[in-house]
């Protein structure tokens, strides 16, 4: 995509994408209300044409009465003339009805888009393929803005297709190429342009690319049980694919003289059973054999290197005219022997006095010919040695090899194989019929059905099994041994018994049948590659085992050195296993400086390197120092939560989770790790309230809480006591949250630390208020207050303003608490003072937003609303999650004041942010308040959805309606009631509950077929 330069005109407006003001090359400061910015976007959709008052003010408010909207007009009309400054002349109104923006000298790229469209020659469409950098208007929610938005889309992508298409008529695939790459990414679900980015890549002689444009679209469409590529598309590829396998069997070279295809000979076991899936695998292996004279498979025991090199053989047979060779070598016990293994295959006799080396390289001197060496890692030193001789003597020789590890010598291509396609259990549909459908389109689920099939003749896939043959394909994580293994036992036990036993797969997949006896277990094949190490890879792999979920090299680093290992061998250790195929890195490039990547094992492997470890005596020291080094991770971030770098901690924390789930079973098993498990548990409950993992956070603590060794009034204790004192809160616990409240401040009296003291008196104050013991809240707010002024001191002090912001920002909320919003204000409006002074930016937010709720209690909507869009706009900035409580907070006050569609808005973004960044609690919030205003607009039945799903929300993050909102539910309830009748709201509610968490956003949002859906049921009835 074409980055523009800066315009240098004096303004500048851009409305693709976030929408910008510009004036002499600099920003505009942004209006304070966003329906200025949407204000100005409606007059220049009209190109400077004069346009109704009133027709403006029903687009921005078109629920609010005509009266109310041109009200509503009138200051954010001179918002917008403030906005603009000096050019505050153009916005004109030729007479008292009408509005029109004057455009002469103004550089708008709508305006310059919609006049290239117009135009349609090649030039002004690349301008306006240019101009297009991203959807219009992007942070816009108004109703009005959809149609103008796809109407955009519509155009840009027409102007892609129309110059892809002319550089395809010109011979310019390259160029096609490119626009249609840009068409998808604007419009990936679209077969047309899929379609067209295929054809230009096949003239453009990429096949294979073209071909993998239509497994990506399928990939994409794999989470909607309905989606699929439509005929034309699936006819396409179908066509490419036959044409490159044509290309595949064809030869790479021609014989001189050849009138005949060359007869078929050499060495090629038969498989005993049929290769499942691998269809795509074996014709990209087939290209790249092609390409490069040695080509390596490479991947984990079990992956099914053999097998996929075998076919890829016979299926290239008919291009070797002396025929493919198969070399099997793991049963060789010295790489002295490879050599021999070769020549007998080749029926070469070894001669007296030459070595054997030398009368390869003679026999195959003048051949063409295929050489598979399977299974080269216990001799790799010598098949690179041979396989380098052998190439740079034999010109039309082609190797193709299998290994735990690639050869590294000059020319040859490295190719993982990958794990078989498996179904992930978090998008499976609800649909039993769709399941089955959709579950036989993985490539393991589709092995797992006919090996078990080879056992037990009648074995089917049916909805009774469906979810447990899901479950063991995903568990074992598309490896084909261990499926095949899981798959055999069908013959003794149930699908679900052979699922709830995979606990410990090396156990339970063992098979005695016609495999290689290293492939008769998985533990057999393990043991094959461990074997294969080095002592310190031994070591380290066994000490890695401590890690779930994977780990980073920093965590390697302070977990896995120590006896036998120094911290700085740790990187090349790792990477020796990755390239023995025993562990996985990924790389995260875009947060290069936070995490720059993780390793990690695949199930089995990490469950026999802890056998390992267990048995070498090192399993209790090992954890111990994944306890330690996680221990410092987690209070390091409740150190900075809230402070800075907030969202770095998130992500680190969150990346994680199953590393510090570990260290706190294991703190809860070692008879010494009571103290720790107790500091890690305090430091993690911010972390489980950004989760919405309120229960499991309160199963931790409560587990930490009662071991014996935890009992000191200790520090720890009481941060556990007050952390799970606020998960219950969360939950709507308010019986529990007071009494562990109560026992976290009397720990913290018996230390004397008077900031939590007075911190924890707070919090305990919250709860009792809301249980409505006002005379016992109100004594807790005032000692509080009291020690917060004793320890905030001189307000004016600069060397104490740090501790200043945060005493006026409890002081003030506990004014704001026990109902004393005068002087909550004034604190408040101390602390933002002070936070200013700083240039403390997530301070000010912080108290704008309760500034801004103080305001509205007192009556000053015009001062509310302005502090919550501050809150909000410095929130955005900063990408910070607690957007979410000024953009609801703001929501309710437009409620209030009946700006159904402003509070609309704002809940709907609260709804998309919450999706994206996973808040379930905050999103339950914003559902339930999308229904309240379609109950204040007669849309009872959709109301009533909402409240259910919401509901289901709430349950299933253990998350109960608060206290002092129940009220408000049950008379919403009763309302819903007697509007639909108790047959309909029943039928409502259970709909809504079964709506997914992500389908409730999505109906929320106003998703169509989701609507259409409960539409019809509507009037089928």
């Not at 938005?149 to 840009?156: F, G, L, T, Y």
């Not at 590294?408 to 794990?419: A, N």
């Not at 720059?596 to 070498?616: D, H």
């Not at 104490?800 to 004034?826: I, P, Q």
């Amino acid at each position: 995509m074409t980055v523009l330069e800066t315009s240098s005109a004096a303004l500048s407006l851009r409305l693709f994408g976030p929408m910008q003001i510009r004036m002499a090359g600099h920003p505009a400061p942004a209006p304070h209300s966003r329906k200025s910015l949407w204000l100005l976007a409606l007059l220049l959709l009209r190109h400077g044409r004069p346009v109704e008052r009133d027709w403006l003010a029903e687009m921005l408010w078109p629920d609010a009465d005509a009266a109310q909207a041109a009200t509503n007009l009138r200051p954010v009309l001179s918002g917008l003339r403030r906005a603009l400054g000096s050019e505050r002349s153009r916005l004109q109104s030729p007479n008292p009805h009408t509005l029109c923006f004057e455009l002469s000298g103004v550089d708008v790229d709508l305006i310059a888009f919609d006049a290239a469209i117009s135009d349609g020659g090649a030039e002004a469409l690349t301008r306006a393929v240019a101009l297009y950098q991203g959807p219009l208007l992007e942070s816009c929610a108004e109703e009005w803005v959809g149609q103008e938005r796809e109407s955009r889309k519509r155009d840009c992508l027409k102007a892609l297709r129309t110059l892809a298409e002319t550089a395809l008529a010109a011979g310019d695939p390259a160029t096609a190429t490119r626009h249609y790459r840009h068409a998808v990414e604007l419009d990936p679900w679209g077969d047309g342009t899929r379609r067209g980015l295929m054809e230009a890549l096949t003239q453009n002689g990429d096949t294979n690319a073209a071909l993998q444009v239509y497994r990506d679209f399928t990939q994409l469409l794999r989470n909607d049980p309905g989606a699929a590529p439509d005929q034309q598309t699936s006819a396409l590829y179908r066509r490419l694919r036959a044409e490159a396998d044509k290309t595949t069997h064809a030869p790479v070279r021609p014989l001189p003289g050849a009138e005949r295809e060359p007869a078929v000979n050499g060495r090629l076991p038969h498989a005993l059973t049929d290769l499942i899936g691998r269809e795509d695998e074996r014709m990209e292996v087939a290209m790249r054999l092609r390409q490069s004279r040695l080509t390596t498979l490479t991947g984990p025991g079990g992956i099914g290197k053999t097998r996929l090199a075998a076919a890829v053989a016979n299926e290239a047979a008919r291009e070797y005219a002396d025929g493919v060779w198969l070399v099997a070598l793991e049963a060789l016990s010295d790489g002295s022997q490879v050599a021999a293994q070769i020549a007998g295959v080749l029926g070469l006799k070894e001669e007296p006095e030459r070595p054997l080396l030398q009368s390869l390289t003679e026999r195959l001197r003048a051949q063409r010919l295929l050489l598979v060496l399977d299974n080269c890692e216990h001799v790799l030193e010598s098949c690179a040695q041979i396989a380098e001789g052998l190439l740079q003597e034999c010109a039309d020789l082609r190797i193709l090899t299998t290994s735990r590890e690639p050869l590294r010598i000059t020319g040859e291509t490295d190719w993982t194989v990958p794990s078989l396609t498996t179904p992930s259990l978090s998008h499976l549909p609800p649909g039993r019929a769709t399941l089955l459908r959709m579950l036989m389109g993985y490539e393991s689920v589709q092995l797992f059905v006919e090996r078990a099939q080879g056992v037990q003749k009648g074995f089917q896939l049916t909805q009774g099994n469906a979810l447990p043959v899901a479950q063991i394909c995903a568990r074992l994580e598309g490896s084909p041994l261990a499926i095949e293994l899981a798959a055999a036992w069908v013959r003794a036990l149930t699908v679900d018994q052979i699922a709830t036993r995979l606990d410990n797969h090396l156990n339970l997949l063992t098979d005695g049948g016609p495999t290689p006896p290293r492939q008769q277990t998985l533990r057999a094949t393990l043991d094959w590659s461990y074997d294969l190490l080095s002592d310190t890879e031994r070591v380290l792999l066994r000490r890695l085992s401590v890690f779930a979920g994977g780990w980073s090299l920093e965590a390697a680093e302070r977990v896995c050195a120590g006896a036998s290992i120094a911290p700085s061998q740790i990187v090349d250790l790792l990477d020796s296993l990755v390239n023995k195929s025993l562990v996985t890195f990924k790389s995260h490039e875009a947060e290069a400086q936070e995490a720059p990547g993780r390793y990690r094992f695949l199930e089995m492997t990490r469950q026999y390197a802890r056998e390992r470890l267990a048995a070498n005596d090192e399993l209790d020291a090992v954890r111990s120092r994944h306890r330690d080094h996680f221990l410092e991770l987690a209070e390091g971030a409740y150190a900075q939560w809230r402070r800075v770098d907030e969202a770095k901690w998130r992500r680190r924390l969150e990346a994680e989770r199953d590393n510090l789930r570990a260290a706190l079973d294991w703190s809860a098993e070692d008879k010494r790790g009571a103290q720790d498990g107790l500091r890690l548990a305090g430091a993690l409950f911010p972390s489980w309230s950004a989760w919405n993992e309120y229960r499991e956070g309160r199963m931790f603590l409560q587990r930490a809480l009662i071991q014996p060794d935890a009992q000191a009034p200790t520090a720890a204790r009481a941060r556990a006591l007050f952390g799970e004192a606020i998960l219950a809160q969360r939950q709507g616990d308010d019986t529990a949250a007071r009494s562990q409240f109560e026992q976290s401040l009397s720990i913290f009296r018996e230390l004397g630390d008077t900031m939590q003291i007075a911190s924890t008196l707070g919090s305990l104050g919250d709860v009792t208020h809301r249980q409505g013991d006002h005379d016992a809240a109100r004594a807790l707010y005032e000692e509080a207050q009291t020690l917060y002024q004793s320890t905030v001191g001189d307000f004016q002090n600069a060397e104490n303003n740090d501790r200043n912001c945060a005493g006026l920002s409890h002081l003030g909320l506990l004014a704001f608490n026990r109902g004393d919003y005068v002087s909550a204000s004034e604190l408040g409006e101390q602390s933002l003072d002070l936070h200013r002074t700083l240039g403390d930016r997530e301070g000010c937010a912080i108290e704008l937003n309760n500034l801004g709720n103080v305001a509205w209690i007192l009556g000053d909507h015009a001062l509310a609303r302005t502090r919550l869009e501050e809150s909000i706009d410095l929130f955005r900035m900063m990408g910070d999650q607690r957007i979410l409580f000024p953009l609801n907070n703001l929501g309710r006050l437009m409620c209030d004041r009946g700006d159904r569609a402003s509070a609309r808005a704002c809940y709907e973004e609260s709804l998309i942010l919450c999706q994206e960044w996973g808040d379930k609690a905050t999103s339950a919030e914003s559902l339930e308040e999308i229904a309240t205003t379609l109950l204040a607009q007669n849309e009872a039945a959709k109301a009533v959805r909402l409240l259910g799903a919401s509901q289901s929300v709430r349950d299933s993050i253990g998350a109960l309606l608060p206290s002092d909102k129940q009220e408000e539910r049950d008379r919403q309830i009763e309302q819903s009631r007697q509007a639909l009748g108790d047959t309909a709201f029943d039928a409502a509610w259970d709909k809504g509950r079964a709506l997914t968490w992500e389908q409730a956003i999505a109906y929320a949002l106003g998703d169509a077929e989701i609507d259409a859906i409960f539409t019809q049921e509507s009037r089928a009835k």
